[in-house]
Nanobody
Framework: QVQLVDSGGGLVQPGGSLRLSCAASGFTFSSYPMNWYRQAPGKQRELVARINDVGGTRTYVDSVKGRFTISRDNAKDTMYLQMNNLKPEDTAVYYC????????WGQGTQVTVSS
């Protein structure tokens, strides 16, 4: 079955960096676009970044452009989100996502940006 395992979150000061990982299994990882979403307290879940199946096309929500980089290693069935210059408004639970007829989610990893 499809399984996504998010990791890499934590507490970081403003201006700091984190790298999130999403380990995938149960499907042909290299055949599907992958997404990172986030959900802050009291807010709707929003799409943060998307990468196509081979990694050549990447899109970002405006608020993270120039600070976040999505990438994937199809040999390791893993997706990443490098987050630099983090801001307090980036505080949220981050989820990886794939759509294969149904929507599948990782368990989420908490990112807290605070001094």
């Amino acid at each position: 079955q499809v399984q996504l395992v998010d990791s890499g979150g934590g507490l970081v000061q403003p201006g700091g960096s984190l790298r999130l990982s999403c380990a995938a299994s149960g499907f042909t990882f290299s055949s599907y676009p992958m997404n990172w979403y986030r959900q802050a307290p009291g807010k709707q879940r929003e799409l943060v970044a998307r990468i196509n199946d081979v990694g050549g096309t990447r899109t970002y929500v405006d608020s993270v452009k120039g600070r976040f980089t999505i990438s994937r290693d199809n040999a390791k069935d893993t997706m990443y989100l490098q987050m630099n210059n983090l801001k307090p408004e980036d505080t949220a639970v981050y989820y990886c996502n794939v759509v294969i007829q149904s929507w599948y989610w990782g368990q989420g990893t908490q990112v807290t940006v605070s001094s």
